[in-house]
Each structure stands twice: as C-alpha cells, then as structure tokens.
C-alpha cells in the first residue's frame, strides 16, 4: 500500500493560471512534507516544506495547504509559468528515528505559454 | 558549494558485471542516502548514513547490494552481478541533521 500518493500522474495550466497539485498520506505520524521540484536529468530539488503543526506554508508563488484530518495537502502554483513545467513530488518523513523520506509517485506538470 | 557530486552520470554494464556508483556529500553533512527512481517504482529509499554509520538499510536488495561510507566525504554503492532490472537512476543526497535534503544529479545504469 502506497504512504504518499499523488492523485494527478499529469497536469497542464496555461500559463497565468493556478496549478493544483494533491496528494495524500497514510500514517499520521508523519509530520514534516516536503515537496520536491525535478527537472530532467537533475536529481529532486526542495521547493517547499510543511510541518504537520502548520496548515499553511507560503513561499511566493508556492503554497501548501495542509489538512491533518484528512491526511491531505495540496501544493499550490500560482501565475504558473512555462519554466515550473517539471515533475513534482510529495514527499512524508517521521519526526524522529530514520530520517528517509517516503515519495509519492509524482506529478508531471506541464505549463503552456 | 558545488552540491552533492555523483559519479560517473551513465554508466553502461553488461548483465553479471559488477557496478560501483560514487557519491560525494555536501561538506558538513552528516546524512547521507541513497534512493533509486524508476519510471514503475518511482523514488525508493535505500539505505543511509548518519556521521559515517549505516542507520538503516530497510530499502536495500539484499542479496547483490552493499553500500560504505569510507570517510565523511565519500559513499559508495556497490551492485554485484547486475541485472537488467537494475537498471535505474541512482540518486545520493545529504542532509545536515534534520535539514534539507538535497540530491545529487544521479547516475543513470544501464544494464545490458
């Protein structure tokens, strides 16, 4: 059974727009989210993360939403532009122990101009 | 800071040869991982590091796979008799205690 899902494999936006990017977790002991930018041929690169005492984190045009209930979150694009066109993960770690994250399967978001 | 190097980027093997992947952690770093990204599998957890020690190998393929960490400033991956179901990238990233977790560019194997 999958930790961390993402429920979109694919999203286009035009540019200007707002992407919404969802996902999903299991184990409510996670409590530290990131999510992680790749481009290809790159290796994942942090853009944003959230602790599970936060419902919000925002870092210019990037914004999680996050909802503990619901064991969800959703990263939010705004005025999406050609150059975020990449994949991105969810990603979940535990507050103590191993420090692994666990990945979601990705979303591949495609930004036209 | 030039990140986290990984070498070599490609690497070509026949099936039954033996791969070894290198990684150099961010200066500092106490953490050090490994992951490997398929298109199928997406990113797993291999194993890790913490101040030169393994921590936890849960993600690991036990039978062919063994990974050391020498020395603060290097690790590497070791895959005995690969298989084309190796095939993967290969991605090594570091992280001060608790902080950010940044990856390397990842070596792509090819077994043939």
């Known amino acids: 059974q999958q930790q961390v899902r993402q429920s979109s494999q694919s999203l286009t936006v035009w540019e200007g727009e707002t992407a919404i990017l969802n996902c999903s977790y299991e184990n409510s002991a996670f409590d530290y989210f990131p999510w992680y930018q790749q481009f290809p041929g790159e290796g994942p690169a942090l853009l944003i993360a959230i602790r599970s005492v936060s419902d919000k984190k925002e870092d210019g045009r990037f914004t999680i939403f996050f909802n503990k209930r619901e064991k969800n979150l959703s990263l939010h694009i705004k005025d999406s532009q050609p150059g975020d066109s990449a994949t991105y993960f969810c990603a979940a770690s535990y507050p103590s122990g191993s420090w692994q994250l666990i990945f979601g399967s990705g979303t591949q978001l495609t930004v036209m101009p | 800071n030039a990140g986290v190097i990984q070498t070599p980027r490609h690497k070509v093997t026949g099936k039954g040869q033996e791969a070894t992947l290198w990684c150099e952690p961010i200066?500092?770093?106490?953490?050090v991982f490994w992951y490997r990204q398929t298109i199928v599998q997406g990113l797993e957890f291999l194993t890790y590091?913490?101040?030169?020690?393994?921590?936890?190998d849960s993600g690991m393929p036990k039978e062919r796979f063994s990974a050391q960490m020498p020395n603060q400033s290097h690790s590497t991956l070791k895959i005995q008799s690969t298989q084309p179901q190796d095939s993967a990238v290969y991605l090594c990233a570091s992280s001060l205690e608790g902080g950010e977790v940044f990856f390397g560019k990842g070596t792509r194997l090819t077994v043939v």
């Open positions: 200066s500092g770093h106490s953490a």
């Open positions: 590091f913490r101040n030169q020690a393994p921590i936890d």
